[in-house]
């Protein structure tokens, strides 16, 4: 293992350069200094500001928000993660608009049913489940063939929904076999378009979310240049105020010091050449708060290493400012 490198100070160590990162990162460096919890913390920088750092896995920007454009259409980007959000999300509207961003509407509705279904080699359109004598290549039961896949699954999200809460420990894919048949659910998860959704996910989740994301009189919006644009206009304003981001940085281990502060220690390099357990390059920083602006699956390993490098008696690392 190379030497660990000289140790840097922060006030606050943001782990993910996602949206969640960078916008947390950002309103840290920005308005933190204003924080009950945070405001002696900025009165010792010179600045008068928080000392705020990114710390990301990967060499880019923008976590599962992910744009790329294809060779001779520069003016369509092709969306890696996320491909939308709602009118009613009134927190990523207000960065957009003042950040200036260019969006539009993203049509999901198919009014004159005119969309093309191409499932187990047949072709058809949506109008044909409007035909009595439409047979589906799906050997359903009969009450399910005159329901289009969007029906199905919006007839169960309806049914529990005021319930879902109590459903944590059920799947919903469990949850639509209960109530339909096999070929029923095939369907669903074939024609939806959602197959995370029906596939694995807590029913206490997935529920919720498909209530709030088919709201009738919901907007769906689309950012022109791409998602990726908003966590990339995020980083560069965090960069302008004094932020520091550090890329390719995998995070190690965490440890609690004795004046309270947490050490944390980064992989640095190559995230190709990082290896699972074991550290390669070492960089420490020491930092009053941490936030871990990272994936469930991510989060959680965190929290289980820092139960068996820190005492029992011992806050959480992740301190929520």
Wanted: hydrophobic content about 35%; charged content about 25%; some cysteine.
């Amino acid at each position: 293992m190379d030497s660990t490198s000289v140790t840097r100070d922060y006030d606050v160590a943001v782990i993910g350069g996602g949206i969640s990162g960078t916008y947390t990162a950002w309103r840290l460096r920005t308005e933190g200094a204003s924080s009950p919890v945070l405001e002696d913390l900025a009165r010792k920088r010179s600045d008068g500001k928080l000392a705020v750092a990114i710390f990301e896995y990967s060499d880019r920007i923008g976590g599962r928000l992910y744009s790329m454009t294809l060779p001779g259409v520069p003016h369509l980007p092709i969306e890696l993660g996320g491909m939308r959000f709602l009118n009613s999300h009134t927190r990523v509207k207000s960065l957009v608009e003042r950040y200036k961003l260019q969006f539009r509407p993203l049509p999901t509705m198919d009014p004159k049913l005119t969309n093309f279904f191409y499932l187990r080699g047949k072709h058809f359109t949506a109008a044909d489940w409007n035909n009595p004598s439409f047979d589906p290549p799906f050997n359903m039961d009969r009450g399910e063939r005159a329901r289009t896949p969007g029906d199905l699954l919006n007839d169960v999200v309806q049914k529990y929904y005021s319930v879902a809460h109590k459903m944590r420990d059920k799947g919903f894919w469990n949850l639509l076999l209960a109530e339909y048949s096999e070929e029923a659910y095939h369907l669903i998860r074939e024609a939806s378009g959602y197959d995370t959704i029906v596939n694995n996910w807590s029913a206490a989740e997935a529920i919720p979310f498909l209530k709030a994301d088919f709201t009738p009189g919901s907007t769906y919006l689309a950012l022109n240049q791409g998602f990726q644009a908003l966590p990339l206009r995020l980083a560069e304003e965090f960069e302008n105020a004094g932020g520091q981001i550090l890329k390719q940085r995998r995070l190690y281990s965490l440890k609690l010091l004795k004046d309270g502060r947490i050490e944390l220690t980064f992989d640095a390099g190559n995230p190709a050449n990082f290896i699972y357990r074991k550290l390669q390059k070492a960089e420490n920083c020491i930092a009053s708060h941490v936030v871990l602006a990272m994936p469930r699956r991510g989060r959680g390993t965190m929290h289980a290493l820092w139960a068996q490098t820190a005492k029992p008696q011992s806050a959480s690392p992740t301190k929520y400012v």
